[in-house]
């Protein structure tokens, strides 16, 4: 992909990952990623979070030529970090339809559907129940 295509693209998508939803700008640029206003670094103190984050950058060789602006809200770290990686992946496939085979292949398009289930009443939680007695 030419650097002239790429400065003309921004793209905006959203990622969700359980309760996680994150709202991702991809744009050219120097390789900066800022999640609500901080550092990467800053916002995932632990590497396999920043990993996660970094992925469809990484595999699609643009992780120093695209700028990366994300609002997250909801869920937890792990949660959050994968909403994110859904986002930028795609971001990148609006920008360049041809991605989509490697991202696919690496399941970065796919939203994951497993959520927490709810907790029924009569019952410890989802599943648990009560202790039972037969005497």
């Known amino acids: 992909m030419e650097r002239e295509s790429l400065e003309e693209n921004r793209s905006n998508a959203t990622g969700k990952r359980k309760t996680a939803i994150a709202r991702v700008r991809v744009q050219a640029g120097s390789g900066q990623i800022r999640i609500n206003d901080r550092a990467l ?18 595999i ?7 700028d990366v602006f994300a609002r997250v809200t909801g869920g937890g770290l792990t ?7 859904h986002g930028i ?6 920008i360049n339809p041809e991605l989509r085979e490697s991202l696919k292949k690496e399941g970065f398009l796919t ?13 410890k939680g ?10």
């Open 41 to 58: 670094e800053e916002y995932f103190p632990r590497t396999i979070w920043s990993n996660q984050v970094k992925a469809p950058l990484e």
């Open 60 to 66: 699609t060789n643009m992780l120093s030529r695209i």
């Open 79 to 85: 949660g959050q970090a994968e909403a994110i990686r």
């Open 89 to 94: 992946s795609r971001a990148l496939l609006e």
């Open 111 to 123: 939203r994951d559907p497993r959520i927490k289930e709810r907790k029924k009443y009569g019952q």
């Open 126 to 135: 989802a599943r648990k129940r009560f202790q039972f007695s037969k005497r």
